[in-house]
């Protein structure tokens, strides 16, 4: 059952990086949907991550602080914490 609150669209070959909350670089990650209230992303490594982290994608100058709400088949889902910062 989906129990997405916001529509999502697919993000087919765009990365993005996790950055930890005092801005460390965490791990590249593809971007396999996006929403207005957060993301299904890939991580290019199984390492363990932070709950709270930073989502900074470059193609779209788009940076926010989010929570990891799910981990699962090489795969993690993000919700977004605050308003995204287009000026990072």
């Known amino acids: 059952?989906?129990?997405r609150t916001s529509k999502r669209w697919r993000s087919?070959?765009?990365m993005a990086?996790?950055?930890d909350r005092s801005n460390r670089f965490l791990?590249?990650?593809r971007i396999l949907?996006?929403?207005a209230t957060g993301a299904r992303l890939k991580p290019q490594s199984d390492r363990p991550l932070p709950l709270d982290v930073h989502?900074?994608?470059e193609d779209m100058e788009?940076?926010?602080p989010a929570?990891?709400?799910w981990i699962g088949k090489g795969e993690i889902g993000i919700r977004f914490a605050g308003e995204p910062d287009t000026a990072a």
Request: proline share 0%.
């Open 33 to 35: 949907d996006l929403s």
């Open 1 to 3: 059952m989906d129990q």
């Open 55 to 57: 989502l900074h994608d």
């Open 12 to 14: 087919h070959l765009r």
């Open 27 to 29: 791990v590249e990650c």
């Open 62 to 64: 788009f940076f926010t």
């Open 17 to 19: 990086k996790l950055l």
């Open 67 to 69: 929570t990891i709400v």
